[in-house]
């Protein structure tokens, strides 16, 4: 069973306030946690192609607060040229937002993971679901996940 340092019966702040989110953005670094310590035995090549997003045709998909974990106090970077996801370093080589990186950034979506033979599907399933919860107190009327670079788009669109 994963240490929780969310408790549920501490009482909700008012949804939306700043407080929820602090609470929420917390939340979302411990599932974070969770699935660091569930891929520890896993590797990859740190190649940087499965941040190639428009080659790979294939993105992470975030619930809102992994969202505004990765962009609260940062500028939105500009797009890349190649189609890369647009956190990427100048080279194209490395994640500049490492630390908050989204949680299908962590659990590698990419066939060239190295590791035990099998992944860790059921406590992947259940660091989702309390993804979803946190997503869901903080906007319940959000209808899923999106796509990384839809959620750069939207963002882009709204700035000044
Ligand atoms: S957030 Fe970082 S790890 Fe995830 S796709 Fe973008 S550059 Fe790659």
Same mark, same amino acid.
């Given at each position: 069973? +994963?240490?929780?340092? +969310?408790?549920?019966?501490?009482?909700?702040?008012?949804?939306?306030?700043?407080?929820?989110?602090?609470? &929420?953005? %917390?939340?979302? %670094?411990?599932? *974070?946690?969770?699935?660091?310590?569930? *891929?520890?035995?896993?590797?990859?090549?740190?190649?940087?192609?499965?941040?190639?997003?428009?080659?790979?045709?294939?993105?992470?998909?975030?619930? &809102?607060?992994?969202?505004?974990?990765?962009?609260?106090?940062?500028?939105?970077?500009?797009?890349?040229?190649?189609?890369?996801?647009?956190?990427?370093?100048?080279?194209?080589?490395?994640?500049?937002?490492?630390?908050?990186?989204?949680?299908?950034? /962590?659990?590698?979506?990419?066939? /060239?993971?190295?590791?035990?033979?099998?992944?860790?599907?059921? &406590?992947? &399933?259940?660091?989702?679901?309390?993804?979803?919860?946190?997503?869901?107190?903080?906007?319940?009327?959000?209808?899923?996940?999106?796509?990384?670079?839809?959620?750069?788009? %939207?963002?882009?669109?709204?700035?000044?």
């Amino acid at each position: 069973m +994963w240490k929780q340092d +969310w408790d549920e019966d501490d009482g909700e702040p008012p949804p939306g306030g700043s407080r929820a989110w602090e609470r &929420a953005l %917390r939340e979302v %670094r411990a599932v *974070y946690r969770q699935a660091d310590a569930a *891929y520890a035995p896993f590797s990859c090549p740190a190649s940087g192609e499965c941040c190639q997003l428009s080659r790979t045709q294939r993105q992470p998909w975030l619930w &809102a607060p992994e969202w505004k974990l990765l962009t609260t106090g940062r500028e939105l970077p500009p797009p890349r040229a190649d189609g890369g996801c647009p956190f990427l370093d100048a080279a194209g080589l490395r994640c500049t937002v490492y630390a908050d990186r989204p949680f299908g950034c /962590r659990t590698f979506f990419c066939e /060239r993971i190295r590791g035990p033979a099998r992944q860790p599907a059921e &406590a992947v &399933a259940a660091m989702l679901e309390r993804l979803e919860r946190v997503s869901r107190r903080m906007e319940p009327t959000l209808t899923g996940p999106r796509p990384i670079l839809e959620w750069y788009s %939207r963002t882009q669109t709204q700035a000044p």
